[in-house]
């Protein structure tokens, strides 16, 4: 079975080794035709503390890690300005 890969926004790195990432969706409403963004967070395993607030990371699925964690990191797509 192929492992999903998501991309999105680093909005918590306060855990060791965790990280949380905020993935945005946009889809068109079935009847009123308008675009609706929804927002969900995932809880992924960040081995090296690599990620900061801020930066567009690639995340993709992978066993459960803990009660929450079932994601890992792939690479950082942006790192943030400081």
């Given at each position: 079975m192929p492992k999903r890969?998501?991309?999105g926004k680093v909005v918590s790195n306060k855990m060791q080794k965790s990280a949380v990432v905020s993935v945005e969706n946009k889809?068109?409403?079935p009847i009123y035709k308008k675009a609706i963004r929804k927002t969900k967070n995932y809880k992924i395993h960040d081995e090296e503390n690599t990620?900061?607030?801020g930066?567009?990371?690639r995340i993709a699925e992978c066993r459960?890690?803990?009660k929450e964690k079932?994601?890992?990191l792939m690479d950082i797509v942006q790192k943030v300005q400081i």
């Open positions: 890969i998501l991309t889809r068109m409403h990620c900061s607030i930066d567009i990371v459960p890690l803990s079932s994601w890992r």
